[in-house]
C-alpha cells in the first residue's frame, strides 16, 4: 500500500476542515453555510465511523 492511498482521505478531511474554518473566520453570507458544510461532512465522517466500529480481532 503506498503512503498516498495510506493518507488520501485523512489528508481530503483535514483539508476540508480548515477550509470550514478559515471561511468562518473570514467570511459572510455565503461563507457562513460554505464553513457549515466544511465543518459537517468532517463532523459525519467520524459519527459514521464512531458508530460503525467493529470489535478488533
Do not use: H, K, N, Y
Not at 488520501?8 to 470550514?20: F, K, S
Amino acid at each position: 500500500m503506498s503512503l498516498w492511498q495510506v493518507f488520501r482521505w485523512p489528508l481530503a478531511i483535514g483539508v476540508l476542515t480548515v477550509t470550514g474554518l478559515v471561511t468562518g473566520l473570514m467570511s459572510d453570507g455565503w461563507g457562513d453555510a460554505l464553513a457549515g458544510l466544511g465543518l459537517l461532512v468532517p463532523a459525519l465522517v467520524a459519527a459514521w465511523f464512531g458508530v460503525r466500529r467493529r470489535p478488533l480481532g
